[in-house]
């Protein structure tokens, strides 16, 4: 039984680490997403933002056993998808030896899950404040089935034709973040904006907790970026000093922006920095040096601060898409930042620790050293050829997506909804904040389920949210 549980192919540490960096990203959804939308949001959205992360976690885990995680890294079915089966719900198929890594296919079954389900998770982030929830259950499995993994087979599976061409994407720059951006700022165009009030207005509910909530996300990426590798080995050290070497640099050059122009430091502003420098080393986090790391942290921390500061304000289109958590920004153009840095700034012997003895992966600056400008501009060609596919594809799939969604459940809420938040959609509230712990009249918490007769005091209460 001991060599069954042990074959000779299996490494334990590798697989103790794949475990625990799993543990981690999945801590960065439940329960850091889900502490961070339900306080970075006005107060009456808590429990819906909160609940929009909790169960796109849930839907996205079964729907990857059943037949996503195939889709995504099975047998070829098309140059960009793998064939959908239910060989993961098998014990033969998840105690063999798994596609990478010495370690067994359950390993990477849910190492690779947890990624997929922040990538949901991070779409929501542009839909929160108005969205109807049944219309995001319904999204959740459709936008997996037909989007993500097509992303992933197509990026990350050695069958799928953009791996082939040599795309690096060290851990989801492209995968996860610029598909989450694209796809956030899709959706939202078609679900429509949030109130006036609260396009207007829409303070945060809880700054403390939304610090804990991007604390544990900062802190997740350590298994976000270290288990890229499929190994406990030294490019999984590099990628996590890097990844927080990035951030660091990031959260400090957004916080002298908001200093020097608006004359304060912003703990939101904080954390939209650490942010975007999280999102920019993702591709390149185990390719690049430490200095090439704090450079792209300059770059993470000014630019995506220019297209949302200034740019999305002098831009009629992009202003009239409502993204609550300017998820295009923060992850579409950070994303895209971090593909193409990649291209310039990846070290041929870190390259040659995750790709293996193969030429082709260099950044420009490196192959302009050595005399081969040819490969690196070959290596910056097809990085942009990647940010182009992928953001075609979440064009077209999440349109389709929402417009099928649509025509079975409304994608917005109606108005009367919209005006009350949590109390209509869910009868719940975040907060019982005055009174005796008295809540809102609707509230299945509340009154022991009878109905109340007026009540000033919550009358007050409902006009100040």
Known sequence: MATEAAPEWLDKGDNAWQLAAATLVGLQSVPGLVILYGSIVKKKWAVNSAFMALYAFAATFVCWCLWAFRMSFGDRLLPFVGRPDFAALGQAFLTQQGFAGAYPAATLLFFQFVFAAITLILVAGSLLGRVNFRAWMLFVPLWLTFSYTIGAFSLWSPNGFLFKAGVMDFAGGYVIHLSSGIAGFTAAYWVGPRSAKDREAFPPNNILLTLAGAGLLWMGWTGFNGGAPYAANIDASVAVVNTHFCTATSLLVWLCLDCLVFGRPSVIGAVQGMITGLVCITPAAGLVQGWAAM?????????????????????????????????????????????????????????RLFFGDDPRYVGLAYAVRDGRPAAGLRQVGVQLAGIAFVAALNVAVTSAVCLVVGLLVPLRLGEEQLAAGDDAIHGEDAYAVWGDGETYEQSVHGNHGYPLTANPVASKADDVI
């Open 295 to 351: 450079l792209m942290g300059v770059v993470s921390g000014s630019v995506p601060w220019c297209t949302m500061m200034v740019l999305h304000k002098r831009s009629r289109f992009l202003k009239r898409v409502d993204d609550t958590l300017a998820v295009l920004h923060t992850h579409g153009v950070a994303g895209s930042l971090g593909g193409v840095l990649t291209g310039v700034l990846a070290e041929p012997r870190l390259c």
